[in-house]
């Protein structure tokens, strides 16, 4: 690895918890910056451009998800990882919908946070050697520039949304399971689940097809998985 310094931004409010973060980050070669509210954490981000954000659901002046879609407003590719008390599946998904990549469920180990923070940020790393383009249907896609053109919309693509269209284009035309997804994309077993993909396929949708009600692109593999069909 390079000399540089991977940065981490800490949003959390309980002082033990982002200490105990602070000290495994910092310990395994990260530079750390933590911030104890919501907004302190968003101009943090803005001020120092970290390569991943640990961000707390319950803050004590914004909720995560509020803080989450702030942050992605002008960032749509930065990883973010939601700390979260709650297990239920729910406030997950609503943690994907608001633009996380990932979460873990408090209480967690630090040593699975501190996988998937390397997980992640190697695979941010992982400098395109070509520019990454290709279309489907009407969709011009450049997954190095982590952008989706179709007619006058662009939408930008997360760090995951990346990832997931890369996989399946790199298979096209074969079926590729939910389980495979989630090993290969998120490459722990831990908390992500089939809902995971499952969102996250709805947002590609939502991109990419003319009509992501009736995808002719990104295709269900009922009780399986996904595909990917080129035009
Ligand atoms: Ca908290």
Redesign the pocket.
Known sequence: MSASKKTVLII???PH?ALGLRDALEFEGFEVIDAGRGRDGIHAARASSPDAVLL?????DMNGYQVCEELRRWDSFVPIIMLT?RSQETDKIRGLDAGADDYVTKPFSVGELVARLRAILRRAARVPEQVERFTLGAAEIDLSAHLVVRGSARSELSFYEVELLRLLRDRAGQPVSREDILQKIWGLDASPTNRTVDNFIVKLRKKIEEHPDKPAHILTVYGFGYKLVPS
């Open positions: 959390e409010d309980e918890i707390d659901l319950m803050l004590p008390a």
